[in-house]
């Protein structure tokens, strides 16, 4: 069964860059808002300081086969993706039964994926090489939002520990998905070894062109 965790990357290099998000609820507002059931639909982004070589943005699912739903050409320090209505079950999974019984799912057959990114690329094509990332996270890299799609209308709710040895770790999610795309935050709180995963956004994220792991 697939663990849920969506980690937070170490990255050789950060470009820091100034950067405006913009989800876009599907009436087509240009406000910053989501649709009236907390779900979104497509993802705007205008971010300065990007790699020069970046050309396309592929919106991958890397839970089972990895898979590219779509593509949008980065142009003049923007692009625009508008997500697919569904993700196939193939690239689904439930949530990790390792966290009960302090965790509490509504659905324990419910599917979904946080296994989802922005990759950049240097052109289209399967030629193109991967260059990067594009991740909304705070300068810290203790707090990062996760691309989320759900197949239905579901809660997690609860609290997990497990022993690393001599110490321990903590798990806390407060989450009510939509069917559809949801965004969920992960904060970690190094102090106490806490990953949090909540639908509220935490302050101090900004969209970052982050490079590949060395």
């Known amino acids: 069964m697939k663990n849920f965790r969506f980690k937070l990357k170490n990255v050789a290099t950060i470009v820091a860059c100034s950067a405006v998000m913009i989800f876009v609820s599907s009436c087509g507002d240009d406000e910053d808002k989501d649709d ?3 779900s979104f639909t497509s993802i705007d982004v205008t971010l300065q300081g990007v790699s020069p070589d970046v050309k396309e943005v592929r919106l991958i699912v890397f839970s089972g086969n990895t898979q590219v739903l779509k593509t949008a050409a980065f142009s003049n320090e923007k692009f625009r ?4 209505e569904t993700v196939s079950d193939n690239y689904l999974y439930k ?5 009960s019984p302090g965790v509490v799912v509504s659905n324990p ?8 990114g922005l990759v950049c690329y240097d052109g289209s094509g399967e030629n193109a090489n991967r260059i990067g990332w594009f991740v909304f996270r705070n300068e ?23 022993q690393d040895g001599d110490r321990t770790n903590n798990f806390k999610f407060d989450l009510s ?12 709180t190094l102090s106490t070894r806490t990953e949090s995963y ?4 935490p302050a101090g994220l900004s969209w970052y062109f982050d490079l590949p792991e060395e």
């Open 36 to 38: 009236k059931d907390g």
């Open 81 to 84: 993706i508008d997500l697919p």
């Open 95 to 99: 949530f990790d039964s390792r966290f």
């Open 109 to 116: 057959d419910a599917l979904m994926s946080s296994e989802i």
């Open 140 to 162: 810290a890299e203790t707090a990062v939002l996760s691309l989320t799609y759900a197949k239905s209308d579901f809660t997690i709710k609860g609290e997990h520990s497990e």
């Open 177 to 188: 998905l939509k069917k559809g795309w949801n965004k969920i935050y992960l904060v970690n």
């Open 198 to 201: 909540s639908m509220v956004e």
